[in-house]
């Protein structure tokens, strides 16, 4: 007899099939087994707490979260789940939220250790001592052998004041695993605090002896050496913990100390420059908050070099520490008040920051007092377009390129207005400084192929061309519609994409192959990236291939998600209200969840595109008409299926918008200011997607207004105007 529901039954071969590679740590593989499991059977609890728990391992605990809640959706009653919760929660540093998560499973089950343990490690962090306590004891009775809870143990009664019974509870871990590091170290904390110096300088050798990479242990080894006279040896214990982990902010303070007063102004010099060393390697490494912290050990040697003030302000300023950063500054300015590089770091602080008047100050001081400087005309112009002020920064980057006609990062910007304003021919052809413009994320990621970069005019008959993908996921959906007129050329077209688009990128129309970015290319003649294909065609406003949709959703899956979402009984819109975090215009183009709300109605049947909901919007979103997704949208295979279904998507600028116009469905906008080049500078409509509606800021940071134009126009808008089959 036939199985009747073959699409459970292979699920669940599925999920045994990733459970085996879990177990053998491919996490990676495990992953992609658990989504294929989703795609199949959305609602598989397993699946749904599994892609959690790796997401866990991987350290990525926002999409952990995410994955828990829906786990706890299909069943609320499983206290492993909301444990697991109250970890991912924990890491994130919301312990309320981690506290509620754990009383849950308590509440579900009391006798579950494990969860009685994560409660005192979350009361511990937010240092209610007594109360951590009571969760590791209660831990400690349902499990004796827990060498962690009485390790941690010994350190709340270290806290509580509680020496002797600390030192006890360091040798009961001890006793359970000899072998406990952190146990090893707590217990010689414990031995110094009871004035035993020589069995505290045992015990933290003990643990090094263990693990020699144990920086905690190195930096306590070091004070109690410095404390009994010796400091060359107290010095080497800092500088090795330093090395091993360059966060621990206490190490480099009394490295500092040390140094200063051993009063060798030698052993300065090389701290010095061994520091400054150190630090450009952490802030290059993307390490901003280490790197602050050697600069910081750096002035407490010396705090009258002004190029330290200012490289440690830099580096808080990346670490989104911007009163620390102007005060940094401040003090370097202090120093060198004539300084122009001191004002133009000043200038673009306080741009982080959103303060632009007062950093149009500092850039005006900047140009003044370094007139013939084609950086600071260049970051002057930057600004001036930021405010709206384009004609003005036009003039700067003039003046920037007649000072410096390679600067290429005027080039670029100079390129961003052109296209703004429709001017392609040059827009297009200054856009290509972004390759030799150091400063851009472009420059850095660019690649290098043996194979001769396409320019338009070489003969591609016979010939095989790889289309790569440079910038963002919306890029990527926005400049794949030139891959037809490549393949039109003659050519077999490869387009490599990163993971999330590829299904997706299955159904352009004149692509030969798609490949993953990172995965191995098959042989080509010519490259090209795909943002540099509108010069290579020498595109104008009036030639923007618009041939629309030239991308399409997968039949199954769209079935698929027509039998999730039931009959439709009234508008169905898909909403996006934030963008990638990380993208370094978020914060103009995202719209708080409060003021996006102001839609929501009884009118439509709201459905949430956003892949992943931060953690302050989810408390909020949990109360709105909305339907939340994420936990069955993989890639943009699933997000584009689900579009089809939708009779409008209201987006911000991010690539669920680039994906809804590729597909041809109607697409509301919303752009903020100043306006992103694609969108040009004025009118409602796209040139690049027919089916898109622009929503345009009227005043920089004022979406209220925006969002309230869109809710007029959708509770206004016949059911049959937008309805689509």
Known sequence: MANPHPSISQAEQLFSQGLQLHSQGDFARAMQTYEQVLKLA????????????????????????GFFRSALAVDPGHAGVHSDLGNAQREMQHIDDALRSYDHALALNADHADVWFNRGVAL?????????????????????????????????????????DALHSAQQALACNPHNIEALSHRGDILLALGRPDEADASYRQALALVPEYADAHYKLGLLLQARGRPQEALQCYDQA????????????QRAALTRSADDRQQVARFLAGYRQFGKELQDAGRPQSAARAYAAMLELDDADA?????????????????????????????????????????????????????????EQAVALAPRHSETYTNLGSLLDQIGQADRAMENYAQALKLDPDNALAHWNQALVHLRRGDFERGWREYEWRWKAETLSVYK????????????????QGKTILLHMEQGLGDAIQFCRYAPLVAARGA????????????????????????????????????????????AFATTLATVPHDVPYLSSDPAKVAQWRARLGERRKLRVGVVWGGNPDNPNDAHRSIPLAVFARIFSDQCEFISLQKEVRPDDQALLDTLPVRQLAGQLHDFSDTAALCALLDLVISVDTSVAHLAGALGRPVWIMAQQPFEWRWLEQ??????????????????????????AVAADLAGTPYSQLIMP
């Not at 830099?314 to 620390?324: I, P, W």
């Open 307 to 363: 190029a330290i003030w200012q490289l440690h302000a830099q580096v808080l300023n990346t670490a989104a520490r911007r009163d620390e950063a102007l005060a940094s500054i401040g003090r370097a300015l202090a120093l060198q008040p004539d300084n122009a590089s001191l004002h133009l770091t000043r200038g673009f602080i306080l741009r982080s920051a959103r303060r632009y008047d007062d950093a149009l100050g500092s850039y």
């Open 445 to 460: 990621g660019r690649r290098q192929f043996r194979q001769a970069r396409w320019s338009g005019r070489e003969p591609l």
């Open 242 to 253: 330093i090395r091993l982990h360059p966060e621990l902010a206490l190490a480099y303070k």
């Open 492 to 535: 077999s077209v490869i387009l490599e994409v990163k993971k999330p688009l590829a299904a997706l990128m299955a159904t352009l129309p004149g692509v030969a192959r798609v490949v993953v970015r990172d995965e191995p290319l098959p042989a080509f003649d010519y490259q090209i990236p795909l943002m540099s294909l509108p010069l």
């Open 42 to 65: 959305p609602g598989h609890f397993g699946a749904l707490h599994h892609v959690g728990i790796v997401a866990f391992q991987v350290g990525n605990y926002d999409m952990a979260a």
């Open 683 to 708: 009118g409602s409509g796209s040139p690049w997607y027919p089916s898109a509606t622009l929503y345009r800021q009227a005043q920089r940071g004022d979406w209220a207004t925006v969002m309230d």
């Open 124 to 164: 511990q962090a937010a240092q209610r001592n007594a109360d951590a306590l009571h969760s590791y004891e209660r831990a400690l009775a349902l499990h004796q052998g827990d060498d962690q809870a009485w390790s941690n143990r010994a350190a709340v009664l270290v806290q509580l004041g509680r020496h002797d």
